[in-house]
């Protein structure tokens, strides 16, 4: 039998998370509502296409995303490819090497790094990363490695899918080592104790350990990916935004959300390109709530087994 | 699952069906505004309210404006102090779609209404061009000073992938004092659909209509060059200069006020007349009234065709990259909103020109009794209530 207050607790908490519900529904809602109408006359192409063309008139407007797709899953790549070998080596490091008082440096400077605004990342990508990647990366890579699709096309500009990976690596990285490094540090003592009991070696111990945390660390690679798909901002300023495809990472491309933060101002003139951005926007949504969602439930049943309380 | 995920799951089936089946009947909607003209009848009066004593007139769309409209909308103020006048840079689309749905007052929008939106809001709806400004065409060359000559048949080469390299002989002719390095060049553009690609795209087709056809003069249009991979686009003004600023051998075009503010080289563009010519107030008022000849005299009149006059205009000191961009009004308002927006264009036509942020010209003497013209249609046909 509950007392009257706490009924009365409960009463008052529940229209904020009620509130939450509700936005969480509205916003698939919008989403929706507003993409319906290009899905209707486009159908799947819309997806499948390489067409973004704009038009006044309806007979030759027709927008499909698939490069947007594509630069966004090949930037997301990138992120994580460099973000996870980043998070992996600083979370051995810091639980098996480093003195404590680097790991209370270190971690204070990760924690702050993930909470930077997005355009200071963009500012610096656009000045000083694109200019510097060009000259110290790809030109040397286009040089010796020019056989291999990946690095075939001149770097003529350092504004390109693979600068926005890199940036997006980088911005990226705090979460994906902060989950880490979460999931190493709560190893419970008794495991470590039993494998060093063994007569294990440190870097042998560190082995056994990291296999132990591997569902953990594919959970944050995902929700890795799934930040860095939806980051807009920086990869706006730095991805030179052209709707190609192209296998060569120096040439430019886009991303879904860097298509829909230069389009919007100027979409209601042309005839179902709103809607097209909200189609964008809709795959984006969706595309975030399955990497979120899986990688969420990867954490989660690893701290389950692990009997780590969350 | 457990079974808050199950609830939560069908949750969002239901809003996902929901959804979908009212975003078939606005997909309807949209297909029979794109494809019919319904005339609007009715007096539209009111928009975004206003409050206590002080009269609020709000505005919002072109980015473009945005600098000379802060400054009159500032000096404006000082001396109307009953009056708030505010204006948000949103772009020309959004602009007129909450000037069409009423949150805001007037738009400001870079290109005119179309044919058809002007069929359908005739009567009701005004338009005056406003504002002079320019796209010029900007270039990082290492070693070259002076001014680099170029044409609308050369530009048109070079965005559509013919020229690649800056020693072609068509562009080593117009620029004879210098030779050009052996060197690709980088073409840059607007990543965003803004009227300053519109403006350019418009211009080479009208300098070089074989080599650049109609159907690549657009808001977004799609380079040619851009299969080439020597292509950029960068976000706004901002994202061109710096890409451009970065990268030698690159070329652009941006706003003129923004090629002042960055200190970077302008081209002399060859105008119709076959004189090369670089932007500035008296190059490019030339060229507006060149075009103020064929514009409507009536600001109620279709403008929907009016950049083309503008762009490329005849004459020998018109600056061919000139445009103008536009303010858009109801012809009918509640009374003392009308008499504070006609007391706000007054005041541009009579004051305003007078104060000038570089990168912009004052239309002509004659042009101003668009405004005028348009202030007086709105005190006379305001609404009482």
């Not at chain 2, 060859?270 to 500035?280: D, I, L, T």
Request: charged residues 15%; positive net charge; proline residues 7%.
């Amino acid at each position: 039998m509950r007392s009257r207050s706490d009924r009365l607790f409960l009463l008052s908490l529940l229209p904020p998370a009620a509130t939450i519900v509700a936005a969480m529904m509205l916003m698939i809602y919008v989403f929706v509502y507003h993409s319906v109408p290009v899905l209707v006359r486009e159908g799947l192409t819309f997806f499948a296409s390489s067409r973004w063309s704009p038009s006044t008139s309806l007979r030759s407007a027709f927008y499909g995303i698939l490069p947007a797709i594509y630069g966004t899953l090949v930037t997301s790549g990138i992120a994580v490819a460099i973000a996870l070998p980043l998070s992996l080596s600083m979370t051995l490091f810091l639980n098996e090497v480093a003195p404590p008082r680097i790991r209370a440096f270190f971690s204070t400077l990760v924690d702050m790094m993930a909470g930077l605004p997005t355009i200071v990342y963009g500012l610096w990508g656009l000045f000083v990363l694109a200019p510097l990647l060009q000259r110290l990366v790809m030109e040397p890579l286009h040089r010796y490695l020019g056989f291999l699709p990946l690095f075939s096309c001149p770097p003529i500009s350092g504004y390109s899918v693979l600068t926005a990976g890199v940036i997006l690596a980088i911005m990226v990285m705090p979460y994906t080592f902060a989950l880490m490094n979460e999931a190493y540090a709560s190893i419970p003592l008794t495991y470590r104790e039993a494998v060093l009991a063994m007569g294990a070696s440190r870097y042998e111990a560190s082995r056994i350990l990291l296999s132990m945390i591997r569902p953990a660390i594919v959970g944050s690679v995902l929700l890795g990916l799934g930040r860095a798909a939806s980051e807009t901002v920086a990869v706006t300023l730095v991805i030179g935004n052209t709707p190609t495809i192209s296998p060569c990472l120096f040439s430019s491309g886009y991303t879904i959300a860097s298509l829909i933060a230069t389009q919007y101002g100027e979409a209601p003139l042309y005839p179902f390109m709103v809607s097209a951005l909200y189609g964008a926007g809709l795959f984006l949504l969706v595309l975030g709530l399955a990497l979120n969602t899986v990688g969420l439930a990867l954490v989660t049943r690893w701290r389950v087994r692990m009997g780590v309380s969350a | 699952m457990d079974r808050g995920a199950i609830a939560f799951a069908a949750m969002v089936v239901i809003v996902v069906v929901a959804a979908a089946l009212n975003g078939y009947r606005h997909y309807e909607e949209l297909l029979q505004q794109y494809t019919h003209i319904h005339h609007v009848e009715a007096a539209i009066v009111g928009g975004a309210s206003s409050s206590g004593s002080r009269v609020l007139l709000q505005g919002a769309g072109a980015t473009f404006p945005l600098p000379q409209l802060l400054e009159w909308i500032r000096l404006f103020m000082e001396t109307h102090p009953h009056i708030v006048v505010s204006y948000r840079g949103v772009g020309s689309g959004a602009g007129q779609s909450m000037f069409f749905e009423r949150t805001i007052d007037f738009a400001g929008s870079d290109p005119p209404l179309t044919h058809r939106q002007w069929l359908e809001y005739r009567g009701l709806v005004m338009q005056v061009p406003y504002l002079l400004g320019a796209v010029v065409v900007t270039y990082n060359l290492p070693g070259f000073h002076g001014t680099l000559n170029l044409s609308g048949r050369v530009l048109a080469l070079i965005y559509s992938g013919k020229i690649v390299y800056w020693d072609d002989p068509r562009i080593q002719r117009l620029n004879p004092g210098y030779r050009f390095p052996h060197k690709p060049i980088v073409v840059v553009y607007r990543a965003d659909a803004s009227g300053t690609q519109y403006i350019f795209t418009l211009f080479l087709h009208k300098s070089a209509p074989r080599l650049w056809p109609w159907s690549l003069v657009s808001k977004v249009p799609k380079y040619p060059v851009m299969a080439s991979g020597r292509a950029r686009g960068g976000k706004g003004n901002p994202g061109v200069a710096q890409i451009v600023l970065s990268t030698p051998y690159s070329i652009g075009f941006v706003e003129w006020g923004y090629a002042l503010e960055k200190h970077m080289p302008i081209a002399a563009i060859e105008n119709s007349a076959g004189v090369f010519v670089k932007p500035s107030i008296e190059s490019i008022e030339a060229a507006a009234r060149e075009a103020f000849k064929h514009l409507p005299k009536d600001p109620r009149a279709d403008f929907s065709d009016d950049l083309t006059y503008i762009v490329y205009a005849p004459g020998r000191e018109s600056y061919p990259i000139a445009s103008w961009t536009h303010l858009i009004l109801w012809t009918r308002y509640p009374c003392t909103k009308a008499r504070a927006l006609a007391q706000f264009l007054t005041w541009i036509a009579e004051e305003g020109y007078r104060h000038m942020v570089p990168g912009y010209a004052p239309i002509p003497e004659p042009m101003r009794g668009l405004l005028l013209k348009a202030a007086h249609i709105i005190v006379e046909g305001c609404v009482r209530g």
